[in-house]
């Protein structure tokens, strides 16, 4: 499984939002990640329209999660990036030859990803972030 670029940003974008304090605005966000402004804005788009980030205007305005970080999985955020895992057409039954050999292990890795996915929260990837990284400035 590969994840792609709207993935990967996206969920570096929640993750951002997740261990911010206060709302963060698109150009913040910019200068974090070096992405484009107008990128950024289409993947804030996606998660607003999927329920993960919500947006504030106004002097104080930005982006938070609308949501807790234990509410909201990694499957959460790939579906409303339109970007979740999607297995081939035999793991569904569609497969053109009706003799697949691949049908049942195929059908059992999607469910096993897609269950991953589903029980792997935001709050997770934060806490195992944090046991992972040395504070800035410690000595390696």
Do not use: H, W
């Not at 939002?17 to 150009?27: C, E, G, I, V, Y």
């Not at 999607?86 to 469910?111: H, Q, S």
């Amino acid at each position: 499984m590969r994840l792609s670029t709207r993935a990967t940003y996206g969920m570096r974008l929640c993750f951002m939002l997740a261990l911010s304090k206060t709302p963060l605005s698109a150009s913040q966000l910019v200068k974090q990640t070096d992405v484009g402004i107008k990128y950024m804005e289409q993947l804030l788009a996606m998660l607003r329209r999927g329920g993960i980030v919500k947006a504030y205007r106004g002097k104080a305005g930005g982006y938070i999660l609308a949501r807790d970080p234990k509410d909201i999985t990694v499957g959460d955020m790939l579906d409303s990036l339109d970007d979740g895992f999607d297995a081939p057409k035999c793991a569904f039954g569609d497969c053109e030859d009706k003799y697949c050999p691949n049908r049942n292990v195929i059908a059992k890795l999607t469910d096993g990803i897609n269950a991953v996915l589903n029980s792997v929260t935001l709050y997770e990837m934060i806490d195992d972030f944090r046991c992972t990284c040395k504070p800035i400035g410690e000595s390696e």
